[in-house]
């Protein structure tokens, strides 16, 4: 079942524009990660927000969590052409079962040089 | 750096073949997942291990089996091929720490399936 929604599906930018994707969910969660795939590879780890975090930054990666609407933002700040991927988020669910993740359906990126 | 790897990038195999991908991570990781990707449907959990030779069923078990004998290997089974399962498919690791939930999952490079 899928839990991260992401939106939205697509977005295309300038090179040097800031580009922002959302994602919501709908149980209680632990924490909430997000991830980078290039075309045909895997998926690579960007930040992990934990569900007591508001704010996260990496780099030119902002992550905000608000867990009362269930729901979280990515903002990478002056992309570039490279940033051009699918961005996923992914929800560790809170309670049992708190193995695995449970990954939303992605927004493509596309950065315009 | 934290390493997965799967057996092959591109896989060609007939209907009713039993198939084989091998996944093997380097950083003594509990847990272990294999996913399948699809356009339109994101990533589907098919099962996922959290110890040596325990495992639970995903999402989407059907027609698939697993194994992991050793810690650092595990391994997804196609019982019998099909043409459904023309997929691309991905191996992750992590660890687990109590009041953390599960941390993040390093990914292999991917196995494009083709059956035919």
């Known amino acids: 079942s899928q839990q991260g929604e992401e939106d939205p599906q697509a977005l295309s930018i300038q090179e040097g524009e800031n580009a922002t994707m959302n994602c919501s969910y709908k149980?209680?969660?632990?924490?909430l990660q997000w991830y980078r795939q290039n075309s045909g590879r895997g998926l690579v780890h960007l930040i992990l927000i934990r569900s007591n975090e508001r704010e996260k930054h990496s780099g030119r990666l902002r992550v905000t969590l608000d867990t009362s609407k269930k729901s979280s933002s990515l903002l990478i700040t002056a992309s570039r052409a490279a940033d051009t991927a699918s961005y996923f988020c992914?929800?560790?669910?809170?309670?049992?079962?708190?193995?695995?993740?449970?990954f939303g359906k992605g927004t493509l990126l596309t950065v315009n040089p | 750096d934290v390493k997965v790897t799967q057996s092959s990038r591109y896989l060609v195999k007939r209907t009713g073949e039993k198939v084989f991908l091998e996944c093997v991570q380097d950083?003594?990781?509990?847990?272990m997942f294999w996913y399948r990707q699809d356009p339109g449907l994101g990533l589907r959990l098919i099962y996922f291990?959290?110890?040596?030779?325990?495992?639970e069923k995903g999402d989407i078990p059907e027609g698939y089996s697993v194994s992991r004998e050793k810690k650092e290997r595990f391994s997804l089974i196609l019982e019998s091929a099909s043409t459904n399962q023309t997929s691309m498919y991905l191996c992750?690791?992590?660890?687990?720490?109590?009041?953390?939930?599960?941390?993040?999952?390093?990914f292999g490079p991917g196995t494009r399936l083709t059956v035919t």
């Open positions: 950083m003594d990781h509990e847990n």
């Open positions: 992750a690791s992590s660890f687990y720490r109590s009041g953390l939930g599960t941390g993040e999952q390093y």
């Open positions: 291990s959290y110890d040596v030779k325990m495992k």
């Open positions: 992914a929800t560790a669910a809170g309670g049992g079962s708190n193995y695995k993740l449970t």
């Open positions: 149980t209680s969660i632990n924490n």
